[in-house]
């Protein structure tokens, strides 16, 4: 069920192809998210060859029944490890951002997905496709450090 935070109302026509990523204005640059929440899962990285592995351990302020941050306004002050995505620090992190985000995708030069809420013009597309992480996972702090690669995603990078 749709419950899209974001407000992509009153954006430029098809501006992610049109305008470069460091010229959007904040409300286009908050439409890119597709709401996915992959980027709010642990992930794991081997240290030998820098692969990322994604996990369903979310975050602990990850609502998984909304796909939402539980407190977006107020994240980088509860969670000081949340990295909040701008266009200056692409280049830092996008080598473990999700392969299907849309700030990857379009620093990549390819195209958005038809599932994107900005081209399905719904949320509900996210989930329909299998991206979102919806009702799939698990809060970090009941997961023992044990077991953290029994949470590995098959597939997902
Ligand atoms: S991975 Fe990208 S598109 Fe998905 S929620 Fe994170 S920033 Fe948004
Ligand atoms: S604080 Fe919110 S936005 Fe940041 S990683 Fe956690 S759930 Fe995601």
Redesign the pocket.
Known sequence: MSNDPIDRTGLRREFWKRFPLSELPLNEWEALCDGC?R??MLKLEDEDTGKIAYTNI??????DKSCN????AL??Q??K????VRPDNLDEILHWMPATCAYKLIDEGKPLFDWHPLISGTRDSVDEAGISMRDRTVPEFEVDEDDLLDHTIEGMT
């Open positions: 929440g980027c709010c979310a975050c602990r302020l990850f609502d941050c539980g407190n977006y994240r980088k509860l969670v490890t949340c990295v909040i």
